[in-house]
């Protein structure tokens, strides 16, 4: 079955970095595009960042632009996003989704927390 | 960028109740617009797909329309189970865009 495991979040204080992986299996990775979305808290969904199934094409949300980057690796079957000059406002679940139009399978998040 | 108005923020209904909820767009979408019902500390479930598309296994109570700029979700006998928040979303391409979602309660 599909499955897409979130990893990386955690406690990070302003202006430092982090990497979230989404580990995915049950499918053919490659042939699928993939998302970041993230819930801050008591907050509704934001789309964050998302990539073609080559990895060619990458589209980002104006509010992390510059800061946050998406890539993936189609040999390891893992989604990243690097996230930079992060912000308290950058504190949220983060979700990553598979799909190119709509998101059908979801993983189950993970928490980042930019407080200093 | 496409915006998404979706209202209203929340709503109180009994079981049995039927629900609408409407989203606009900043500019035309044709029908690029799908829904989604999320409940806390899961992960967001798809409904309907392509403005009203049910998603397989969704119960026909759920419907959509629109297409354009306005779009509308219906929850008909609204079950104890749906009460959740509920989002639209937009796709241009890789470029997505959420509602702010509605959360529906129990009255």
């Known amino acids: 079955q599909v499955q897409l495991v979130e990893s990386g979040g955690g406690v990070v204080q302003p202006g430092r970095s982090l990497r979230l992986s989404c580990a995915a299996s049950?499918?053919?990775?490659?042939?699928?595009?993939l998302h970041w979305v993230r819930q801050a808290p008591g907050k509704g969904l934001e789309w964050v960042a998302g990539?073609?199934?080559?990895?060619?094409?990458?589209y980002s949300a104006h509010s992390v632009k510059g800061r946050f980057t998406i890539s993936r690796d189609n040999s390891k079957k893992i989604l990243y996003l690097q996230m930079n000059s992060l912000r308290v406002e950058d504190t949220a679940v983060y979700y990553c989704?598979?799909?190119?139009?709509?998101?059908?399978?979801w993983g189950q998040g993970t928490l980042v927390t930019v407080s200093s | 960028d496409i915006q998404m108005t979706q209202s209203p923020l929340s709503l109180s209904a009994s079981v049995g109740d039927r629900v609408t909820i409407t989203c606009q767009a900043s500019?035309?979408?044709?029908?690029?617009l799908n829904w989604y019902q999320h409940k806390p500390g899961k992960a967001p479930n798809l409904l309907i797909y392509?403005?009203?598309n049910l998603e397989t296994g969704v119960p026909s109570r759920f419907s959509g329309s629109g297409s354009g700029t306005d779009f509308t979700f219906t929850i008909s006998n609204l079950q104890p189970e749906d009460f959740a928040t509920y989002f639209c979303?937009?796709?241009?391409?890789?470029?997505?865009?959420f509602g702010g979602g509605t959360k529906v309660e129990i009255k």
């Open positions: 990539i073609s199934y080559g990895g060619d094409n990458k």
């Open positions: 049950g499918f053919t990775f490659s042939s699928y595009a």
């Open positions: 979303q937009q796709y241009d391409n890789l470029s997505l865009t």
């Open positions: 500019q035309d979408i044709a029908n690029y």
């Open positions: 989704a598979r799909g190119q139009q709509w998101l059908y399978y």
């Open positions: 392509e403005a009203s």
